[in-house]
């Protein structure tokens, strides 16, 4: 089993596949939309007990964990405990916090095509063309996605996640180094504009 050779694995798989681990902890959204911060900690006292054989956590979909909880959950990344790990199941990997992404190992179905990235046609254009972009070619971009009038921060946010997807997928796919060499870029240009950064500086400062 992938999962068991690694303390955290994010898999990306549509909604409609199942991913099924018998014996696991599983977090998913319950009476709620979301998966709530009371969850977390009700997971991390389970964890407090030492493992003498694995445990698996499942998280579906990790992208419903609320801010609070993605947050207690690092906590728990930090400090996994010996034969416990977590499988982190979800659609939308842009959508996690980048300080998960980091300390975990990604895992594509080689089958999914850009079809499978849920944005349309004009924003995986913009994010191919950030992801290639040459450092005088930034600001033009960056322009294009500031004038959007209605929604531009939640707009370039979609746009920079749709390019974070598409390097984590394209070096899966590939082994290209080349796309994880632009990540780190990308993701600290995604937490800037979660915290109201100024959306042309911000991609010009982080991308050029």
Do not use: W
């Amino acid at each position: 089993m992938i999962a068991a050779k690694c303390g955290t694995a994010v898999f990306v798989v549509p909604d409609e596949l199942k991913v099924e681990i018998p014996g696991a902890l599983v977090l998913q959204p319950e009476e709620k939309t979301v998966i709530t911060i009371e969850q977390v900690r009700q997971m991390m006292e389970r964890l407090e007990l030492k493992q003498s054989q694995d445990l698996f956590v499942v998280i579906r979909p990790a992208e419903k964990m609320q801010p609070e909880a993605a947050n207690a959950f690092l906590k728990s990344l930090e400090e996994p405990g010996d034969n416990v790990h977590f499988v982190l199941v979800t659609g939308r990997p842009s959508m996690l916090l980048s300080t998960i992404l980091s300390r975990a190992a990604i895992y594509y179905l080689r089958v999914q095509d850009d079809q499978s990235i849920r944005a349309d046609a004009k924003k995986k254009d913009l994010a191919k063309r950030l992801m290639v972009a040459k450092p005088n070619e930034i600001v033009g971009l960056a322009e294009e996605i500031a004038k959007k009038k209605d929604g531009v921060r939640n707009y370039a946010l979609e746009v920079v996640g749709t390019a974070i997807e598409m390097l984590y997928k394209s070096y899966y796919i590939t082994g290209n180094m080349a796309f994880v060499k632009r990540l780190p870029k990308f993701l600290t240009l995604y937490e800037s504009l979660m915290q109201n950064g100024h959306i042309k500086l911000q991609i010009v400062a982080n991308l050029v």
